[in-house]
């Protein structure tokens, strides 16, 4: 006799109040209206205040214009005279001293500026600093419906903002904030990160005043040679006052690898600094977006973006294996959207899958890398739909500060539901973005470190018994990547059945960056040290087309023998196995030329887009990369381009045996429930007259009887009371109609069993789902049942749970 627990789950619906249930298979949940409110006010604001047509007062000659006073913002205020000064419209920029310059098509020049102190001489010297005013009205009236005001610039290099002598933004100044005052009017300061830069900022209503606004901007060029300077403030918007406390909007939620198996790292974005908290529960105890009262809260930290946002990081821990969660961030009246994610044994084989560059943006069409993303996702996770991670070589978007690029690259749920490994690309350095999109276990920031603007920052984690180390190779800080290495082999190498080491910069690849003076630096420095530590497996992107080394032994081919593209592979030791993939998006493709590369087993370039499926187990590491998309019909979507085993070494005096048992050997009675959710709900019920109706099918459960000489069995069910808190109603009020879904095995459904409405016991008493009579034939059948639920009026409403007892007799 086998019994088990099917919980299912309902919601009751009435006019003017609510009622609920829910039985081991049903929940109630009463359902609400929200109102939104507009302000009437709205019509009264410009949607702009300044905009392309407006005159800036600006000084470009080489002066400090507070020289004379104490005060070295004298120029930001309303008093100071700048009747000497040029005026003119923006866009303003300077490209090498030309007439004309061309800083791209995305940023036009409409306003020339004077790019050198002394245009003839010699050698030139780029002006620090430009300074530039205008003014803007705002009425009384209009103040008061002011909560801010959101300005949008773009500058190259750096740019301090002031609005009535208070400084309201400054982007890329910290060289600015780091001299003696009388030195910040005119010195240089910033990045040259190549094109202008975009970014948002806020001025506080407090700042205003009713009447004339002062604007004052100092625009920097980042050094002397500096070869380009660009200022496009393109407007200042306002921003209302909430009639109401603002709610929070969550976005750009990821689901995160955690340090071991039983964690995972959440990190989110949201448009206001409130305390807010990651929620999770059994999947099976969630009903829709409502969640039972023991779910666990974990508080977040975080702090402002580099966006203008905000940023929050939690961690779940205390995770169970083979266990469905569904989980949620946010607060009160401002949660996410619900996301489910299930862990899977931890310990033992487990597959994970390996992205090159996804780099959204690098085309220039944004939507279809996207479109190229998103798919290469659904193809590489429909053909390995038990990968346990989505690891990623890094250069997530091709602009570390553009976030319509990472929103793009975090708008499919899969990397909701499967945790994410990301790496540091040269393309996701630029700023702090990455650190705060991504929550990465056990980060070093002190091992390949960033900077002030920079992320930077190795970590590691051990997953099912492999240690994972990932390094940030934008950092050539050998020196803290060795220290980081060699300590956390120490501490938890002897954990690991294998060791795997991650990192952007690709040191044995087939495309162009293989002749970069900087790879050709990691590759003289860091072979030898992976191989005297063990590591098995480099997984590596940055070039854009696919290759496999040789095993490589302290910078060089470990076994001179060892023939090209070669299927299975066992190390000697000291021998590491380098795989670089190629682009998950179609973004960019570089061409692939092998000349010289004695590294390479195996590469490959078809300019169609790759993914790569790693499969661990105890006594190998298969590396299979396989087409997301079809190069021909010989090459269609799934097709494999390389794959290649490393196999451990095995005692030449012993053989290994296997073998796989099914579940349900012969001579076995077995029955089980399908999914994983056990949960059945059966909504709202509604109003119908005298009582609340609400229906719903339980999951389908499947028996199986391979017994010699087929003794009969029956498969039975009884319900007991819903609850809600202190509140409930008998299981008598539920009944239903069993059916047989799939035939076998000489199997049949049992009676319907009509509710206890009107009179009856329902399925408070025991009754059969299926049967078989002695003599059956030997096989599996499958049953369902419709579930039909009727509850009496003056049950008082709430969220009511029952628990459906399922006994096997034979």
Not at 587 to 615: C, D, H, I, M, P
Not at 746 to 774: D, M
Request: aromatic share 10%; no cysteine.
């Amino acid at each position: 006799m086998q019994a088990n627990d099917h919980r299912p789950a309902a919601s009751v619906r009435g006019w003017g109040r609510s009622a609920v249930a829910a039985v081991g298979l049903v929940s109630v949940v009463a359902g609400g209206l929200t109102y939104a409110a507009t302000s009437a006010g709205a019509a009264d604001l410009p949607s702009t205040f300044l905009g392309g047509t407006t005159t800036w007062a600006y000084s470009d000659d080489n002066t400090d214009p507070a020289a004379g006073s104490s005060d070295r913002l004298t120029w930001t205020y309303a008093g100071f005279d700048d009747a000497g000064w040029q005026r003119a419209a923006g866009p303003f920029g300077a490209k090498n001293g030309s007439a004309t310059p061309d800083l791209g098509s995305g940023f036009p020049v409409t306003t020339v500026l004077d790019h050198y102190v002394d245009p003839a001489a010699a050698t030139k010297v780029a002006i620090p600093t430009y300074h530039l005013r205008t003014t803007f009205d705002v009425t009384a009236d209009q103040l008061a419906q002011i909560a801010s005001l959101r300005g949008d610039v773009t500058f190259d290099d750096a740019v301090q903002i002031f609005v009535n002598g208070t400084k309201v933004a400054g982007f890329v100044d910290e060289r600015v904030e780091a001299v003696p005052d009388a030195q910040k009017n005119l010195t240089y300061a910033g990045a040259s990160a190549g094109d202008p830069v975009n970014q948002q900022f806020s001025v506080p209503a407090d700042v205003l005043q009713a009447g004339v606004n002062t604007l004052a901007i100092g625009l920097y060029n980042d050094r002397a040679s500096s070869s380009d300077a660009y200022l496009d403030l393109r407007s200042l918007v306002p921003v209302e006052v909430p009639e109401e406390e603002p709610t929070t909007t969550v976005t750009d939620l990821v689901l995160g690898i955690g340090a071991t198996q039983a964690e995972r790292n959440l990190a989110w974005y949201s448009d206001q600094d409130t305390e807010q908290v990651a929620q999770i529960a059994p999947a099976g105890e969630v009903v829709g977006d409502v969640f039972p009262d023991d779910a666990i809260s974990v508080a977040a930290t975080g702090g402002p973006s580099s966006s203008g946002e905000f940023y929050r990081h939690a961690t779940f821990t205390g995770l169970q294996e083979n266990t469905a969660y569904s989980y949620r961030v946010g607060a009160e009246g401002a949660w996410s959207a619900v996301s489910t994610f299930r862990t899977r044994d931890f310990d033992g084989d487990f597959d994970f899958l390996f992205f090159g560059d996804p780099q959204l943006g690098s085309s220039g069409n944004v939507p279809r890398d996207t479109e190229g993303w998103v798919d290469t996702l659904d193809v590489a996770t429909a053909a390995y739909p038990d990968a346990e991670m989505l690891f990623s070589a890094g250069d997530q978007v091709e602009s570390a500060s553009s976030e319509a690029q990472y929103e793009a690259f975090l708008s499919t749920d899969h990397l909701r539901q499967i945790p994410f490994v990301a790496n540091n690309g040269n393309h996701d350095v630029g700023n702090k973005a990455y650190r705060q999109h991504f929550n990465t276990p056990n980060l070093d920031e002190t091992a390949g470190p960033g900077s002030g603007t920079s992320s930077g920052g190795d970590y590691w984690f051990v997953y099912n018994d492999v240690l994972f180390l990932n390094l940030n190779s934008n950092s050539r800080d050998y020196a803290s990547h060795e220290r980081f290495v060699r300590d956390v082999v120490a501490e938890h190498g002897d954990e690991a059945k294998w060791r795997v080491v991650s990192f952007h910069h690709s040191i044995y690849s087939v495309g162009p960056h293989a002749t970069d003076s900087d790879v050709i630096d990691r590759r003289n420095t860091w072979p030898t040290l992976f191989s005297e530590l063990g590591i098995d497996l480099v997984l590596q992107g940055h070039d854009h087309s696919y290759a496999r080394s040789y095993l490589i032994r302290n910078g060089e081919k470990a076994d001179p023998a060892e023939e090209a593209g070669a299927d299975v592979l066992t190390p000697g030791p000291g021998g590491v196995l380098y795989v670089t993939a190629n682009s998950a998006s179609g973004s960019k493709y570089y061409s692939a030329n092998a000349a010289g590369s004695w590294w390479l087993s195996a590469f490959n370039q078809e300019n169609v887009r790759n993914y790569t499926a790693v499969e661990v187990s105890d006594d190998a590491i298969s590396v299979r990369t396989i087409r997301s998309e079809a190069k021909d019909a010989d090459r269609p979507v799934n097709s494999v381009v390389d794959q290649v085993t490393i196999a451990r070494p095995v005692d030449p005096n012993t053989q290994k045996l296997q073998v796989v048992v099914p579940q349900g050997a012969p001579g076995e009675f077995v029955w089980s429930i399908d999914g994983a959710n056990t949960l059945v709900d059966l909504g709202t019920a509604e109003a119908a007259g005298d009582h609340y109706a609400a229906e719903g099918s339980i999951n389908p459960i499947r028996v199986t009887d391979t017994r010699r000489g087929g003794p009969q069995w029956s498969l039975s069910a009884q319900v007991g009371d819903f609850t809600s808190g202190d509140q409930s109603f008998s299981g008598k009020y539920l009944g239903w109609t069993p059916d047989v879904i799939e035939a076998g095995g000489g199997s049949v459904a049992g009676a319907q069993i009509a509710t206890g409405f009107g009179g009856g016991p329902g399925l408070s008493e025991s009754a059969a789902l299926g049967r078989a009579a002695a003599g059956h034939t030997t096989g599996s059948a499958h049953f369902g049942a419709d579930l039909d639920l009727k509850i009496p009026v003056d049950v008082t409403d709430g969220t009511y749970r029952a628990t459906l007892t399922l006994t096997a007799l034979s």
